[in-house]
């Protein structure tokens, strides 16, 4: 999948896909799939997300990171993140 213009990191790529392809919640996996990211970088981003308190993380209990993530979504942090994209996409 390209990455469109108005997004600028991986963290803005991933806001971007939950707010307007995974509107309910998506997991890691999804998220690797849909930007072609690694694990890492994938794991890297949600914390950083999780950190700002833009998304919310379900975690699996009983598991070790980084395959402790059930499914992330977005939070009022993240959907104000969501409409700044919108904006800078022009949709």
Known sequence: MFRP???HNDEDWV?????SEFPKHAN???LRERTHLTSG???EVIRN???MKAIRVIRIP?????DN???V???KYGDSMFEELKLRSNR
């Open 5 to 7: 213009d108005f997004i």
């Open 15 to 19: 806001i971007w896909l939950l707010g």
């Open 28 to 30: 890691p996996e999804q």
């Open 41 to 43: 970088q994938i794991d």
């Open 49 to 51: 997300l999780e950190r």
């Open 62 to 66: 009983g598991r070790f990171p980084p």
């Open 69 to 71: 993530i059930e499914n």
């Open 73 to 75: 979504a977005l939070q």
